[in-house]
């Protein structure tokens, strides 16, 4: 068994070792993996900070510069991608077995690496379901981490819904020293706490973002994404003739539309499609988006199938309607939104009417209150630099019990 040579390194305590699904890009993904790199750099600036993702090498330029001490892999990653169809007993052995006990040159720098981290943390997401019931072997592979390292597991803001195998998902994350999920279908799944999306915990460095209740505001922009990934046959279809319908009607004629790029290539074929009424000037592809930053604005009106953009539009202050693509997957997430009260309206999966679009005065103000949730979620996990361990800094920093949480997502 290979053993790690001995080097000046950090303590373990100092190596944080963050799992999510950054670098494809995804808009969304890329969001909440900044965001706590961002918040890692006050709270831990002097750590060595790995990032495993499926695309380490564009993850690097896209995160360059948040964390000093930022580096990425994909060593976990590949490791549950490569089982990704093979017999289940065999792949759960796959990964025991390199995860324990080393001999896999492809792997073996990588997992001595890992060996060293003091935390194991999967960012928030919805990648844990059974549309890729592989990645589920991320955390066989940080359960087995922990056996030979003793690292603490965290996860925060999981979306786990629909469910692969719940029984094993459920004691996977009980196993967990700490775990939080973002929506009712996935805490009632896990057991586990439910918390705010971790997307909220960057709100702040949103332009658009104040935190208090939005005013009436002039009509402004127009601004739509559709996805073709995730979706049915036909459904991009019909979503398609919902936003045309929408964008011919009465109440958004003579508006400025522009149309935002969260996934390069898979959010592109709907403008395409929409190119008669929306002109190429108007198009900005995820690159622009990422060095500009989010656009919204009370005033604007949003018509997306996204998630994230439906989130950070809304707490924003913009009003908008969310174009469900999938009943299940999308469905729930959306939903979580509408319980916390983004007051947006929902174009169901199917529908080539769009449902006016509406928002909530108050939801920007929510969105702030969710923001110190996930920031005292934060705290409690990584205490702010120079705070005694173990007691976040701040006036605000308690965590709050898994049902006060709850209650808030419900106001």
Same mark, same amino acid.
């Given at each position: 068994?290979?053993?790690?040579?001995?080097?000046?390194?950090?303590?373990?305590?100092?190596?944080?070792?963050?799992?999510?699904?950054?670098?494809?890009?995804?808009?969304?993904?890329?969001?909440?993996?900044?965001?706590?790199?961002?918040?890692?750099?006050?709270?831990?600036?002097?750590?060595?900070?790995?990032?495993?993702?499926?695309?380490?090498?564009?993850?690097?330029?896209?995160?360059?510069?948040?964390?000093?001490?930022?580096?990425?892999?994909?060593?976990?990653?590949?490791?549950?991608?490569?089982?990704?169809?093979?017999?289940?007993?065999?792949?759960?052995?796959?990964?025991?077995?390199?995860?324990?006990?080393?001999?896999?040159?492809?792997?073996?720098?990588?997992?001595?690496?890992?060996?060293?981290?003091?935390?194991?943390?999967?960012?928030?997401?919805?990648?844990?379901?059974?549309?890729?019931?592989?990645?589920?072997?991320?955390?066989?592979?940080?359960?087995?981490?922990?056996?030979?390292?003793?690292?603490?597991?965290?996860?925060?803001?999981?979306?786990?819904?629909?469910?692969?195998?719940?029984?094993?998902?459920?004691?996977?994350?009980?196993?967990?020293?700490?775990?939080?999920?973002?929506?009712?279908?996935?805490?009632?799944?896990?057991?586990?706490?439910?918390?705010?999306?971790?997307?909220?915990?960057?709100?702040?460095?949103?332009?658009?973002?104040?935190?208090?209740?939005?005013?009436?505001?002039?009509?402004?922009?127009?601004?739509?994404?559709?996805?073709?990934?995730?979706?049915?046959?036909?459904?991009?279809?019909? $979503?398609?003739?919902?936003?045309? #319908?929408?964008?011919?009607?009465?109440? /958004?004629? !003579? *508006?400025? %539309?522009?149309? &935002?790029?969260?996934?390069?290539?898979?959010?592109?074929?709907?403008?395409?499609?929409?190119?008669?009424?929306?002109?190429?000037?108007?198009?900005?592809?995820?690159?622009?988006?990422?060095?500009?930053?989010?656009?919204?604005?009370?005033?604007?009106?949003?018509?997306?199938?996204?998630?994230?953009?439906?989130?950070?539009?809304?707490?924003?202050?913009?009003?908008?309607?969310?174009?469900?693509?999938?009943?299940?997957?999308?469905?729930?997430?959306?939903?979580?939104?509408?319980?916390?009260?983004?007051?947006?309206?929902?174009?169901?999966?199917?529908?080539?009417?769009?449902?006016?679009?509406?928002?909530?005065?108050?939801?920007?103000?929510?969105?702030?209150?969710?923001?110190?949730?996930?920031?005292?979620?934060?705290?409690?996990?990584?205490?702010?630099?120079? $705070?005694?361990?173990?007691?976040? #800094?701040?006036?605000?920093?308690?965590? /709050?019990? !898994? *049902?006060? %949480?709850?209650? &808030?997502?419900?106001?």
């Amino acid at each position: 068994m290979l053993e790690p040579a001995p080097t000046e390194r950090p303590p373990a305590a100092d190596v944080l070792y963050l799992v999510g699904t950054s670098g494809h890009p995804n808009f969304g993904d890329e969001f909440i993996a900044a965001a706590w790199l961002r918040f890692l750099a006050r709270a831990r600036p002097g750590a060595e900070v790995w990032l495993d993702c499926p695309n380490p090498g564009l993850a690097s330029h896209l995160f360059a510069g948040l964390h000093p001490g930022l580096r990425t892999t994909d060593t976990l990653w590949r490791l549950a991608v490569e089982t990704a169809g093979t017999d289940p007993v065999a792949a759960d052995a796959h990964v025991d077995r390199v995860v324990t006990h080393l001999g896999t040159p492809r792997y073996d720098l990588g997992l001595l690496g890992a060996r060293r981290a003091g935390t194991v943390h999967f960012l928030g997401g919805g990648y844990l379901n059974s549309i890729w019931p592989h990645h589920g072997r991320l955390l066989r592979a940080a359960l087995r981490l922990r056996e030979v390292s003793g690292a603490r597991l965290v996860a925060t803001g999981l979306g786990l819904a629909p469910a692969a195998k719940a029984e094993e998902l459920r004691a996977a994350l009980g196993a967990f020293d700490h775990a939080t999920v973002r929506d009712a279908p996935s805490a009632q799944l896990s057991r586990a706490d439910r918390a705010p999306d971790d997307a909220f915990l960057g709100l702040p460095g949103l332009a658009g973002f104040t935190g208090a209740p939005a005013g009436e505001a002039a009509d402004d922009d127009v601004w739509v994404c559709l996805q073709s990934d995730m979706s049915e046959p036909g459904v991009l279809d019909d $979503a398609v003739a919902a936003v045309r #319908a929408a964008l011919t009607g009465p109440a /958004l004629a !003579g *508006r400025t %539309v522009r149309y &935002l790029e969260a996934i390069p290539g898979a959010d592109r074929a709907a403008f395409d499609r929409l190119a008669d009424l929306v002109p190429e000037e108007n198009f900005v592809p995820f690159t622009r988006l990422w060095q500009e930053g989010f656009p919204a604005r009370p005033g604007q009106t949003w018509l997306t199938s996204r998630f994230h953009f439906h989130l950070l539009a809304a707490a924003c202050g913009a009003a908008g309607t969310a174009l469900e693509v999938s009943p299940d997957y999308y469905r729930v997430k959306h939903q979580s939104l509408l319980e916390a009260g983004t007051g947006w309206s929902v174009t169901p999966t199917g529908s080539t009417a769009p449902a006016p679009p509406t928002r909530s005065h108050d939801f920007p103000a929510t969105a702030a209150r969710l923001h110190r949730t996930k920031l005292r979620e934060a705290e409690e996990l990584y205490p702010v630099a120079g $705070a005694p361990e173990g007691i976040p #800094a701040g006036p605000e920093s308690r965590t /709050l019990p !898994g *049902r006060a %949480v709850a209650r &808030l997502l419900r106001r």
